[in-house]
């Protein structure tokens, strides 16, 4: 998860797209019940993700990604069932990423 926080850390606090959906695959590729043991990392993320996505990902949203933000979705859900108190406002972020092209 360290890797993960150093590598967008490194990027501009508006990730274009690609960076967006790069950070989504790789939170889902590490799974919920790791991501919630490494909270201070998973926000700082989140928030990125969050912050591009108002910004940029709206507008260029893609149909052919709808999996993704679906599986996005799903894993969000899963960490919010394990830590409620995450300090972020999840039920926001999954509204959001369940409509990702029309915010």
Not at 71 to 99: A, C, H, K, W, Y
Request: aromatic share 10%; hydrophobic share 45%; no cysteine.
């Amino acid at each position: 998860m360290s890797d993960l926080v150093k590598k967008y850390a490194a990027l501009p606090t508006i990730m274009d797209y690609e960076d967006e959906t790069a950070a989504i695959k790789d939170l889902i590729a590490v799974g919920a019940i790791t991501l919630v043991k490494n909270k201070e990392g998973l926000i700082f993320i989140l928030s990125k993700i969050e912050e591009s996505h108002q910004h940029n990902g709206v507008f260029e949203y893609k149909n052919t990604d709808w999996m993704i933000f679906r599986q996005f979705v799903n894993l969000l859900q899963d960490i919010n069932l394990l830590e409620p108190e995450m300090g972020i406002n999840m039920d926001n972020m999954i509204f959001t990423f369940s409509r990702p092209g029309f915010d």
